[in-house]
T-cell receptor
């Protein structure tokens, strides 16, 4: 089955700096890669996703890149703000509406 | 539009007792999923309903866990009897057919003591 590894487990950046979280996956059949943000005590929320026919996708300060050959994908947050502090999860799946395999999460702390 | 609703938000039970978690998906969402996050680890898949049918239950840990979705609306997840290792946050999520991207509920934090 699919295995998703996520690094780093914790990340501390100063406000205004960029943050990068990296994930690798094992199943070459995976074709959908969402990222979820979970603030303390709240539900995981989808912040951006990418399909395997696209190499990069951007939404304001958030971008995701995908390297199918190397089987890795990354989340990039620019101009970080304190409200970006949360746990971020990457995930992978191999079909529409199929189960997601999650990484172990990255706790991002944006300091003033 | 109401989101995915889970009840209860917290539950503390003793080892050996029974607990039933409930999930109300977004109206019209045929896909309903259960996931679990044990402290500090990844969010792990438990099972997937399409309407009232179990599409994939490969993540169910053992036969102490029973999930149902009668009528294809809300779902329940029963743990009987509960063990210490069942502690964690149980998330429910739903999605429309043939559409990527789940909407998660806020989770039920289950503590077995």
């Amino acid at each position: 089955g699919e295995n998703v590894e996520q690094h780093p487990s914790t990340l501390s950046v100063q406000e205004g700096d960029s943050a990068v979280i990296k994930c690798t996956y094992s199943d070459s059949a995976s074709n959908y890669f969402p990222w979820y943000k979970q603030e303390l005590g709240k539900r995981p929320q989808l912040i951006i996703d990418i399909r395997s026919n696209v190499g990069e996708k951007k939404d304001q300060r958030i971008a995701v890149t995908l390297n199918k050959t190397a089987k890795h994908f990354s989340l990039h947050i620019t101009e970080t703000q304190p409200e970006d502090s949360a746990v971020y999860f990457c995930a992978a799946s191999n079909g529409t509406a199929s189960k997601l395999t999650f990484g172990t999460g990255t706790r991002l702390q944006v300091t003033l | 539009e109401a989101g995915v609703t889970q009840f209860p938000s917290h539950s503390v039970i003793e080892k050996g007792q029974t607990v039933t978690l409930r999930c109300d998906p977004i109206s019209g969402h045929d896909n309903l999923y259960w996931y679990r996050r044990v402290m500090g680890k990844e969010i792990k898949f438990l099972l997937h309903f399409v309407k009232e049918s179990k599409q994939d239950e490969s993540g169910m840990p053992n036969n102490r866990f029973l999930a149902e979705r009668t009528g294809g609306t809300y779902s329940t997840l029963k743990v009987q009897p509960a063990e210490l290792e069942d502690s964690g946050v149980y998330f429910c999520a739903s999605s429309q057919e043939e559409v990527d991207g789940y909407t998660f509920g806020s989770g039920t934090r289950l503590t077995v003591v």
